[in-house]
């Protein structure tokens, strides 16, 4: 992993001076990869996506200790726009589409940060409909009739027409249906390969980001406790259990399973 | 209850009926026994120019109102600009009495603790029916609708020919049981009037948010949804918080006409509205003892900076109205100041205060 | 140390200049206070601003020259945004001071406080000339002709220069207020006691961005003359709407179109700046002398507002001639009661206003006749000047008249 | 029936000006959703900079008002800098009441110069004369004042329709959080919202000056006659700020035109709009032409 575009070193993220939500983070993310963040609710995993795009600040948040960086920048200390402007952008959790401007507009808010032309971006605008040809069909409605599936399309739409290096993804199957989160994580994959965007993805639902991404990391309670190629995790058997719900016999997770607490310890 | 009964040194509350009780502890009660004996007393050891006690009235008379404001604006968090029309409908209950009775008619030089509270009553009555649109309106839209009741309610006063088209409607001399008040004793006689309305709608205010129903008006403030999740009526709940609202305008209205024994528009204008709100602000909106702090602050404000800027004046070149301009400029930029600093107002600083003594020695 | 030494130094210089202050206050005679609250902000600001300036400067030329010898006026002048509230406090404060005359300013409040001014039997100067503050009241003097009378006396003007046949139709735009309502009364029992014209609408304006609706409803009524009754800025609106809409008659009374006509707080300068050539032939009623007709009374007006500084707006304003005109009527009092070896007291400069009549009536520069004050009769100038406008400024139209009607009705 | 005319043209006319007058609030409401009280003094700054500009230091008008657009434009973005900016996320109240403030602040500001008390008047430079069609007229200014407000509320309109800013201004009014995560700057929103704002205020303090002369009381209480129609229109779209406006104002004209004189009303007109906003209120919550919030539950 000789080329790192994204490289966080060990921060730790406090909210309102009181409250530490991460207690030293460090991942990496290679160019042109896709790399996983798991974890459960309340790991942390939203908090990291927010800091290494400058996101904080809105919600009160400080990073106190540690660097980001990206694409060789110091981007500790940065604002959302400029973060932005150097090529990492985020779709944030629960898609947060402009509800009453229409799809195409929502998708063309992403070009904002652009200073490459117009005519690239009218390009590039016409791409997103060939990548989500779902969407070419409602371009003048209310995005925010749209179903949910849509809306994540348009979020992830308007992000790749900032033309960004990275895109962050958090939590893109929320409140999809399965086979919506399959077709989402395809686009995902295929914009990987064909825009060459390396993607950095933050999910609950291992199972599907772990078939997709190349790399992953596990959060648990602000600290990253594991990560190894995806293959790897995947075998893992405690992922196996935790986060993908399959017992070491190969059955459904069961609640009688008192163990868990005690082997959930181990890794800290 | 506390093992101390003078000293609170930490909650010790074990029934809910010890936490509502009005005075928390026997120093308290003394405290406040002491302070309304001093607020009764001094008129009758010190004697102030009229001036000085119509100003004191006068800021008496705001605290009446902002308590109505308080409550509709501070506790149930329905803006209403339209303030200055509420207490001008308690003023012009009283004017139309006048002008179909006479203004020395016996009803209004007697009876005049009726008219008062009859007054509210109709304040109630007019916030009830303004309050309707709550119902329906939210946020800016509802402070709108409240704007149009006061541009309503000008145009009315200012066109109809009953309420003589805006201009100064008299209002007789009272008699108390001395006889005529004469304007020798006119501040002061009504120094303790407004004074005794005030502790007794104070504690009327106090006692209200120990009940169900000041709870809910709370509920609904902070998020009408869930209130009428948990079965409370959040449309009847805002209709009451305007009516109530209203009653204490309307009181503040009547206070008013008699006080200055005349009823005119100009006291009742946008511009009185915005004036009670900014008191509300500057004192903290949803707590009892802003209600106090505000209207002290704002008046003497306006009376520091004429005096100031009287002082000012000499010096500086005739062309300038630094007069002028200085009382909507401090005016404006106290309120700025105060929503960028604290916007919890004053009673901020009394909370902190006060809090700081209960726990000294220690910090926290 | 050194923090210390520069408070010391600081609190003597703070005391020093105090002692200055009250040195400087207390030098030479008595010294009489006299209280003034008037609208320098809000809605009657552009008059009230002038007139306040002129009162200002004409005591402070008073002390300057020594008018009364070593004695001073100690006038306070204080803003009451036109409110009545305020206009109230500050009076109270007044009274506190002792104040031994009071001058006044708005018509709301000078009728709200006409009960005090009775029970504290303190005389009193407003800027409001309207009617009805001499109702039921002894103690209030209208520096001039009140409202009324200018109405029906301009109304009387009117009927006999009436062009055309027939009754004169004429309507009345005025302003929705106590002050502007007031004279309208009075009109029509002019109109009932014989005047011969017609009152066909009277027009309460609003905030209107265009009259053109209601000059056209006018004019299909068969009106010829418009008499305002309000401040400048409508009627500004109102002869600019008129004059595009070629209503506007190219000479006085001329049939077919409107003829416009104003009282006091119509018109001077602030008309022509508001209206600018839309105002061309406006008719005005005033009883000060204008700036724009030079004679002596004007030519002091213009020192005393060079030597105080003024601009010439200020200076050229009728307002401040209003307003130099009461202190002129105060301190005439205040003289003529030391001259007879009266104290001076509320009651003395009551009474010596009120023998301020016959061959005792005070003629001040800036009026165009005699202050005249009576027991039965508390209007001052009871002349009238008509000004017209010609080639932007105001101009006289014959000799001052006066209201016949106004006699007969009361 | 030229009288009737006659009133609608004028109603017309007086509408497209409120509408103008109301565009500010809109521009400001629609990105930070802040109802801003002090309008009606910045409508009036912008008309006596223009005066000041073409009288004092004898500019030629049309630049004078160029110029005073500019002006207001930075004037209106450093309020937003230093006042608003600290209230982003505070209650509502505390919106209105630090805008009622500033508008305080900059009545003491006027009143320092002799604008705040004093009357003056454009000088002319507009043919005098009347245009007349079929018994009805209407005069140079207001024409002009009619033209200025259309251009002004079309490009506006394109602004937001089409281009890119424009776009993301209407974004950040939707969902701030979602506005910064693709790199909208939401505090140059906000600033770029008031500035706009102020430049039409300017346009429209100019225009309103043109017609009434310049007196700081009647141009200051454009910012409080205009609230109905910004409410009527839905506050947040430029489309119902002028449909609103042209309403207010027929209602205006006809009210003033049909009921004063008769059965004793009088200045109808003023008081009409208020009551007629009431009542649509109660039917149209969020006025005619208002975001009704989408809500997918």
């Given at each position: 992993m000789e080329n790192n575009l994204l490289e966080v070193n060990n921060i730790e993220v406090v909210y309102n001076d009181i409250i530490q939500v991460l207690r030293g983070v460090s991942l990496s993310v290679p160019e042109g990869s896709i790399v996983a963040l798991l974890g459960t609710n309340g790991a942390g995993k939203t908090t990291t996506l927010r800091a290494i795009s400058g996101l904080l600040k809105p919600e009160n948040g400080a990073i106190k200790e540690g660097y980001i960086k990206f694409d060789g920048t110091d981007t500790t200390k940065m604002l959302g726009t400029d973060v932005v402007k150097l090529g990492s952008v985020m779709v944030p959790e629960g898609r947060r589409v402009f509800k009453h401007l229409t799809v195409n507009e929502n998708i063309l808010v992403g070009s904002i940060t652009r200073k490459d032309g117009s005519r690239k971006i009218r390009e590039d605008n016409e791409m997103m409909y060939k990548h989500f040809p779902r969407l070419s069909k409602v371009t003048n409605r209310m995005a925010g009739y749209s179903s949910g599936g849509e809306q994540q399309m348009i979020a992830i739409a308007r992000a790749l027409m900032a033309a960004p290096k990275m895109l962050m993804l958090d939590e893109p199957s929320l409140g999809l249906a399965p086979l919506l989160v399959k077709e989402i994580f395809d686009n995902i994959k295929h914009i990987n390969k064909e825009l060459d965007t390396t993607i950095f993805v933050v999910e609950q639902n291992a199972k599907v980001a772990l078939a997709v991404s190349d790399y992953a990391y596990i959060m648990e309670s602000g600290k990253i406790v594991l990560e190894g190629s995806s293959e790897e995790l995947q075998d893992n058997p405690d992922v196996k259990e935790f986060y993908m719900g399959i017992t070491q016999g190969g059955g459904r997770k069961s609640f009688k399973d008192v163990k868990s607490y005690k082997r959930r310890k181990r890794w800290m | 209850m506390s093992a101390n009964k003078w000293l609170a040194t930490g909650n010790f509350f074990t029934t809910y009926k010890q936490e509502q009780r009005t005075f928390l502890t026997n120093l308290d009660q003394s405290f406040f026994t002491f302070f309304l004996v001093i607020l009764f007393g001094w008129p009758l050891l010190f004697e102030l120019s009229n001036k000085s006690m119509l100003v004191i009235d006068n800021i008496l008379i705001a605290i009446v109102a902002v308590m109505g404001l308080n409550l509709v604006t501070g506790f149930a968090g329905l803006i209403s600009i339209g303030h200055a029309a509420f207490v001008g409908i308690g003023a012009y209950t009283v004017a139309s009495f006048c002008r179909t009775i006479g203004d020395s008619h016996i009803i209004i030089t007697h009876f005049w603790p009726l008219l008062i509270i009859f007054s509210g009553f109709m304040g109630a009555a007019f916030g009830a029916v303004v309050g309707l649109p709550a119902l329906r309106l939210k946020h800016l839209y509802l402070a709108i609708a409240t704007l149009s009741f006061q541009m309503i309610f000008q145009w009315v006063i200012n066109f109809m020919s009953f309420f003589n088209q805006g201009q100064t409607i008299f209002v007789g001399r009272v008699f108390w049981f001395t006889g005529k008040v004469g304007r020798k004793d006119h501040y002061v006689f009504w120094y303790f009037v407004i004074l005794t309305v005030v502790v007794i709608l104070g504690f009327g205010i106090r006692n209200l948010l120990k009940t169900r129903y000041g709870r809910s008006l709370i509920a609904v403030r902070d998020n009408d949804r869930a209130a009428d999740a948990m079965g409370m009526n959040p449309g009847l709940t805002k209709v009451y918080a305007f009516a109530l609202s209203g009653f204490f305008a309307g009181v503040a209205g009547a206070l008013h006409a008699y006080l200055y024994r005349g009823v005119g528009f100009e006291s009742f204008t946008l511009h009185e509205s915005i004036g009670y709100l900014a008191m509300a602000i500057v004192g903290g909106l949803g707590t009892l003892n802003g209600c106090f702090w505000g209207p002290v602050a704002i008046k003497f404000l306006d009376l520091k900076v004429e005096s100031l800027a009287e002082l000012a004046g000499q010096y500086l070149p005739s062309s300038m109205n630094l007069a002028t301009a200085l009382k909507p400029f401090t005016f404006g930029l106290v309120i700025v100041l105060f929503l960028m600093y604290e916007p919890r107002g004053i009673a901020n600083w009394w909370r902190i205060a006060k809090s700081y003594t209960k726990m000294w020695p220690f910090r926290y | 140390m050194k923090n210390k030494k520069v408070l010391f130094l600081n609190a003597l210089l703070v005391i020093a200049v105090m002692f200055a202050f009250t040195a400087t206050a207390n030098a030479g005679g008595k010294v009489y206070k006299l209280g003034m609250s008037l609208a320098i902000t809000g809605p009657t600001s552009d008059a009230g601003n002038p007139y306040a300036k002129g009162t200002e400067d004409y005591f402070k030329f008073v002390n300057e020259t020594k008018m009364l010898g070593d004695d001073t006026i100690d006038c306070t002048i204080r803003d009451d945004q036109y409110k009545t509230d305020i206009t109230k406090r500050n009076f109270e404060e007044y009274l506190d001071e002792g104040i031994v005359m009071y001058l006044n300013y708005s018509t709301g409040s000078t009728l709200g406080l006409k009960r005090d001014f009775e029970e504290e039997k303190i005389?009193?100067?407003?800027?409001?000339?309207?009617?009805?503050?001499?109702?039921?009241?002894?103690?209030?003097?209208?520096?001039?002709?009140?409202?009324?009378?200018?109405?029906?006396?301009?109304?009387?003007?009117?009927?006999?220069?009436?062009?055309?046949?027939?009754?004169?139709?004429?309507?009345?735009?005025?302003?929705?207020?106590?002050?502007?309502?007031?004279?309208?009364?009075?009109?029509?029992?002019?109109?009932?006691?014989?005047?011969?014209?017609?009152?066909?609408?009277?027009?309460?304006?609003?905030?209107?961005?265009?009259?053109?609706?209601?000059?056209?409803?006018?004019?299909?009524?068969?009106?010829?003359?418009?008499?305002?009754?309000?401040?400048?800025?409508?009627?500004?609106?109102?002869?600019?709407?008129?004059?595009?809409?070629?209503?506007?008659?190219?000479?006085?009374?001329?049939?077919?179109?409107?003829?416009?006509?104003?009282?006091?707080?119509?018109?001077?300068?602030?008309?022509?700046?508001?209206?600018?050539?839309?105002?061309?032939?406006?008719?005005?009623?005033?009883s000060f002398n204008l700036t724009s007709e030079k004679n002596d009374g004007t030519t002091k007006q213009l020192a005393l507002a060079k030597k105080y500084g003024r601009d010439d707006k200020a200076a050229n304003s009728h307002n401040y001639a209003a307003g130099i005109m009461v202190a002129q009527v105060a301190t005439e009092a205040i003289k003529r009661a030391k001259?007879?070896?009266?104290?001076?007291?509320?009651?003395?400069?009551?009474?010596?206003?009120?023998?301020?009549?016959?061959?005792?009536?005070?003629?001040?520069?800036?009026?165009?006749?005699?202050?005249?004050?009576?027991?039965?009769?508390?209007?001052?100038?009871?002349?009238?000047?008509?000004?017209?406008?010609?080639?932007?400024?105001?101009?006289?139209?014959?000799?001052?008249?006066?209201?016949?009607?106004?006699?007969?009705?009361? | 029936m030229s009288y009737f005319f006659q009133i609608v043209v004028s109603g017309v006319v007086v509408g497209s000006i409120y509408a103008l007058a109301a565009l500010g609030?809109?521009?400001?409401?629609?990105?930070?959703?802040?109802?801003?009280?002090?309008?009606?003094?910045?409508?009036?700054?912008?008309?006596?900079?223009?005066?000041?500009?073409?009288?004092?230091?004898?500019?030629?008008?049309?630049?004078?008002?160029?110029?005073?657009?500019?002006?207001?434009?930075?004037?209106?973005?450093?309020?937003?800098?230093?006042?608003?900016?600290?209230?982003?996320?505070?209650?509502?109240?505390?919106?209105?009441?630090?805008?009622?403030?500033?508008?305080?602040?900059?009545?003491?500001?006027?009143?320092?110069?002799?604008?705040?008390?004093?009357?003056?008047?454009?000088?002319?430079?507009?043919?005098?004369?009347?245009?007349?069609?079929?018994?009805?007229?209407?005069?140079?200014?207001?024409?002009?004042?009619?033209?200025?407000?259309?251009?002004?509320?079309?490009?506006?309109?394109?602004?937001?329709?089409?281009?890119?800013?424009?776009?993301?201004?209407?974004?950040?009014?939707?969902?701030?959080?979602?506005?910064?995560?693709?790199?909208?700057?939401?505090?140059?929103?906000?600033?770029?919202?008031?500035?706009?704002?102020?430049l039409s205020a300017a346009a429209a303090g100019c225009i309103i000056g043109n017609i009434t002369g310049l007196n700081f009381d009647t141009l200051h209480s454009f910012g409080i006659i205009v609230f109905p129609v910004v409410i009527l229109g839905g506050l947040d779209s430029i489309l119902g700020a002028v449909v609103a406006g042209i309403i207010m104002g027929l209602i205006q004209q006809f009210a003033s035109g049909y009921l004063d004189g008769n059965w004793g009303l009088n200045g109808t007109g003023d008081v009409m709009p208020y009551i007629i906003l009431l009542i649509i209120l109660l039917f149209k919550p969020h006025g005619l032409f208002g975001v009704h919030e989408i809500e997918r539950v």
């Open positions: - | - | 005389a009193v100067l407003p800027a409001s000339y309207h009617a009805g503050n001499l109702d039921d009241s002894n103690y209030i003097f209208l520096p001039v002709a009140s409202y009324s009378e200018q109405l029906v006396a301009l109304s009387e003007y009117v009927v006999k220069n009436h062009k055309g046949e027939g009754k004169a139709k004429v309507a009345f735009f005025i302003h929705p207020s106590a002050f502007g309502r007031g004279p309208v009364d009075d009109a029509k029992k002019a109109v009932a006691a014989g005047l011969n014209m017609e009152i066909v609408e009277v027009v309460e304006h609003g905030k209107d961005l265009d009259n053109s609706a209601m000059l056209k409803r006018l004019m299909s009524k068969d009106v010829q003359y418009v008499l305002s009754h309000t401040v400048q800025s409508p009627v500004a609106t109102m002869l600019k709407d008129s004059s595009r809409l070629g209503l506007t008659a190219g000479s006085y009374g001329e049939a077919g179109k409107l003829t416009f006509l104003g009282v006091h707080y119509t018109g001077g300068n602030d008309l022509i700046a508001l209206a600018g050539d839309a105002c061309k032939g406006y008719v005005w009623t005033c001259a007879a070896g009266l104290e001076i007291n509320k009651e003395n400069l009551y009474t010596t206003l009120n023998g301020m009549n016959g061959k005792n009536g005070y003629s001040p520069y800036t009026t165009i006749g005699p202050v005249t004050y009576s027991k039965t009769d508390r209007a001052g100038v009871d002349m009238l000047q008509i000004y017209s406008v010609q080639d932007g400024a105001f101009k006289k139209v014959g000799q001052p008249i006066q209201s016949e009607y106004m006699t007969k009705i009361k | 609030l809109v521009l400001v409401y629609k990105s930070s959703r802040v109802a801003n009280f002090a309008h009606g003094q910045i409508i009036a700054a912008g008309a006596f900079i223009t005066y000041f500009l073409t009288v004092t230091v004898g500019m030629p008008i049309f630049f004078a008002f160029l110029a005073s657009m500019i002006i207001t434009f930075f004037l209106a973005m450093s309020v937003e800098r230093i006042f608003l900016r600290r209230l982003i996320g505070e209650p509502i109240i505390s919106v209105i009441m630090v805008t009622i403030g500033l508008g305080s602040i900059i009545d003491g500001l006027i009143y320092l110069t002799p604008f705040g008390t004093e009357n003056y008047s454009f000088p002319t430079f507009l043919p005098q004369a009347p245009l007349t069609l079929g018994g009805v007229s209407i005069s140079w200014t207001q024409l002009v004042g009619v033209i200025i407000t259309f251009l002004l509320i079309g490009g506006f309109s394109w602004f937001f329709k089409k281009s890119t800013v424009g776009i993301s201004m209407r974004a950040v009014s939707d969902d701030q959080f979602g506005a910064m995560s693709v790199g909208i700057s939401v505090p140059r929103v906000f600033g770029l919202a008031w500035a706009t704002a102020g």
